[in-house]
């Protein structure tokens, strides 16, 4: 079985995935004014674009997409000083939605979070991705999820883009 790939969502599906987790934001942040997107590097920045053009669509007005680099804060990689950031004026008071394409221990997310309050201090702060696999190592769940997709430790979820990669999938290794 090793180096065989398994694909749970083709194209067709991560365009649905995305359409539906737009329509979640909007029934729950009661439109799409205040918001901000901020999408993890570097697949989640792409996922962010997407899921905004999708808000712009549907509410005729298309959130700010910001790109975060969360590496310097991160706890599981040797220690980077944090640069410090100037202010965003976008993010305060905001609803900010972190995108990222897959949820695995959260320490991304942990990251994250902190990279923002770090920017300014956002009202709310949510989570979306695109595929949640479980084996949380920190008390963190998604606001949104394009797919629920349990695995094993030893199993790799690999997102591809169009935009990165050339195509659109996701696939089990």
């Known amino acids: ?16 995935a995305l359409t539906r987790i737009a329509f979640e934001i909007i029934e729950k942040n009661k439109g799409a004014e205040h918001l901000l997107l901020a999408g993890i ?3 989640g920045i792409y996922l962010a674009q ?8 549907v509410e005729g007005t298309t ?5 975060l680099d969360v590496t310097p804060w991160r706890d599981d990689m040797p220690r980077q ?13 905001a609803t900010v939605v972190l995108v990222d394409d897959v949820l695995y221990t959260g320490r991304t997310v942990r990251a994250a979070i902190e990279a923002v309050s770090c920017f300014g201090r ?28 349990p695995t094993s430790h ?4 690999c997102v591809r883009l169009r935009e990165v990669d050339g195509e659109d999938n996701v696939a089990i290794l």
């Open 122 to 149: 956002a009202s709310r702060i949510q989570l979306a991705v695109l595929v949640d696999r479980g084996h949380r190592e920190l008390p963190i769940r998604p606001d949104y999820i394009g797919k629920n997709l």
């Open 50 to 57: 997407r899921i905004a053009q999708k808000l712009g669509e």
């Open 41 to 43: 590097r570097t697949r």
């Open 154 to 157: 030893e199993e790799r979820v």
């Open 1 to 16: 079985m090793a180096g065989q790939k398994t694909v749970i969502m083709d194209a067709d599906g991560i365009r649905r």
């Open 81 to 93: 000083d944090a640069p410090m950031p100037s202010p965003d004026a976008r993010i305060e008071g």
């Open 63 to 67: 959130p700010p997409v910001i790109e």
